[in-house]
């Protein structure tokens, strides 16, 4: 086996093995009606890590570059707002502000649109409320999901 190829396998088998424990853990999990949502979400999950795995293990993964240090560079605010999000920013200011905070933080990184202009800070805002609107309704209103509850709401 060569080196190429385990480049591949080994992140496969960690998404496996993620993904193994995320669906365990949904249906497990009580109030059963809770984790309808999260049943769904881990069952096309663990589909698609043994795509992966498969992929990997017989060779048909292409390997590319790797993640250069520029694109690292690029990502790392973004990922590291996704971090505060999940460890903290759920869990403590709950679900829906949280995710305000967080899709605003990185809608407001990524955007091309200058810093400077008033204009462009209202346009983030309105995409923000709109987002978070679609989101609530989605998961409140349509598929009544339980989110996690905190200081705020």
């Known amino acids: ?25 949904s249906f497990t999990e ?3 009606e809770a984790f309808l949502f999260p049943r769904v979400i881990s069952v096309v999950f663990i589909i698609l890590a043994i795509w992966n795995l498969i992929r990997a293990v017989t060779g048909m993964s292409k390997v590319g570059r790797g993640i250069t240090v ?13 971090l505060l999000y999940v460890f903290f920013g759920a869990k403590h200011l ?39 609107a679609v989101i609530y ?8 999901v339980h989110t996690p509850r905190g200081i705020l709401f």
Request: proline share 5%; net charge positive.
């Open 94 to 132: 709950g679900f829906y502000f949280g995710s305000t905070l967080a899709f605003f933080a990185i809608y407001s990184f990524y955007d091309p649109a200058s810093w400077s202009s008033i204009k462009d800070w209202i346009k983030r805002v309105f995409v923000t409320a709109a987002f978070m």
């Open 30 to 32: 009580q109030p059963a």
């Open 137 to 144: 309704t989605l998961f409140a209103v349509v598929l009544q």
């Open 1 to 25: 086996m060569t080196s190429h190829r385990l480049q591949h396998i080994v992140p496969g088998f960690a998404i496996f093995v993620l993904a193994s424990v995320v669906t365990w853990l």
């Open 70 to 82: 520029d694109t690292l560079k690029n990502l790392a605010p973004g990922l590291a707002v996704m």
